[in-house]
T-cell receptor, first 116, second 114 residues
């Protein structure tokens, strides 16, 4: 069985500060890991994904995440927050690739607020 | 266990059939959603109900009809299924208002139309 835990349902940072959104996973097989972002009144969109290649994954809008097997973590970071980054972020895990019928298990989401 | 639960997990059916997907949440949330995940993994909102009232109805074919018998349930009925309806459908819930909570997702229903 797989599961995802996002630590902190709300995170607030100042504009220009480091963004760190935490995600820990549990998986009995090598995981595929994803971060999604949902802007207000929009659907979720894929930010980045880890599929057993490089452990440091770069995504859109300056975000990146590092897969750490020893810590079972896949934390999302961005060096400098922008006001436009305010959104909800979801971490997700799957036991296989999407084109192999992988089904995503989502974390409960972290709402990021960015203060001027 | 407190959760958002969807049934069935997998649904394989032929074109032209009518099918339903059920969703139940026991989190005490007042708002429920249906999302469709397309082939590019984009989760697009389809419907949202708040206290049994429809509040979001995106551009979705009339063949899709949500039904909310009570605050804890939001079912999705699809008539005359088409090949393009094949996707993963996610139910979600949250509490709106002053004590707004994060979205809680179900594990999805993979619909395959043949």
């Amino acid at each position: 069985a797989q599961s995802v835990t996002q630590l902190g349902s709300h995170v607030s940072v100042s504009e220009g500060a480091l963004v760190l959104l935490r995600c820990n996973y549990s998986s009995s097989v090598p995981p595929y890991l994803f971060w999604y972002v949902q802007y207000p009144n929009q659907g979720l969109q894929l930010l980045l994904k880890y599929t057993s290649a490089a452990t440091l994954v770069k995504g859109i809008n300056g975000f990146e995440a590092e897969f750490k097997k020893s810590e079972t973590s896949f934390h999302l970071t961005k060096p400098s927050a922008h006001m436009s980054d305010a959104a909800e972020y979801f971490c997700a895990v799957s036991d296989r690739a999407e084109n192999q019928g992988g089904k995503l298990i989502f974390g409960q989401g972290t709402e990021l607020s960015v203060k001027p | 266990d407190t959760a958002v639960s969807q049934t069935p997990k997998y649904l394989v059916t032929q074109m032209g059939n009518d099918k339903s997907i059920k969703c139940e949440q026991n989190l005490g949330h007042d708002t429920m959603y249906w999302y469709k995940q397309d082939s590019k993994k984009f989760l697009k909102i389809m419907f949202s109900y708040n206290n049994k009232e429809l509040i979001i109805n995106e551009t979705v074919p009339n063949r899709f009809s949500p039904k909310s018998p009570d605050k804890a349930h939001l079912n999705l009925h699809i008539n005359s299924l088409e090949l393009g309806d094949s996707a993963v459908y996610f139910c979600a819930s949250r509490h709106q208002g002053v004590k707004r909570s994060p979205l809680h997702f179900g594990n999805g229903t993979r619909l395959t139309v043949t």
